[in-house]
Nanobody, 122 residues
Framework: QVQLVESGGGLVQAGGSLRLSCAAS????????MGWFRQAPGKERERVTA????????YYTDSVKGRFTISRDNTKNTVYLQMNSLKPEDTAVYYC???????????????WGQGTQVTVSS
């Protein structure tokens, strides 16, 4: 069982930056690949980025490439999402998720956080 808690969301102007964190409970964090998803009002949940268990492989959806960076610190049981050059269309609830299998493009994650709101004003 893994519990995930996101933090770092907030209100930022377009062009600004935010850094999201996702802290995981337990001593098996390094066994899990991690992903960030987002869901805007009235839209389906979107897969944003993913990182392998060791952190050596990452994936980004096209709309965030060059602006977002996923990273992880297995000694701190935490995965991060650095978001730069934010746009109003990045506004959404952001969720982190954990999977025993690296799922960059598709597939079902095993554990989810409660989400953190990111709002980008124009």
């Amino acid at each position: 069982q893994v519990q995930l808690v996101e933090s770092g969301g907030g209100l930022v102007q377009a062009g600004g930056s935010l850094r999201l964190s996702c802290a995981a409970s337990g001593r098996t964090f390094s066994r899990y690949a991690m992903g960030w998803f987002r869901q805007a009002p009235g839209k389906e949940r979107e897969r944003v980025t993913a990182i392998s268990r060791s952190g050596d492989i990452t994936y980004y959806t096209d709309s965030v490439k060059g602006r977002f960076t996923i990273s992880r610190d297995n000694t701190k049981n935490t995965v991060y999402l650095q978001m730069n050059s934010l746009k109003p269309e990045d506004t959404a609830v952001y969720y982190c998720a954990a999977s025993l299998v690296f799922l960059p493009v598709s597939g079902r994650y095993d554990y989810w956080g409660q989400g953190t709101q990111v709002t980008v004003s124009s």
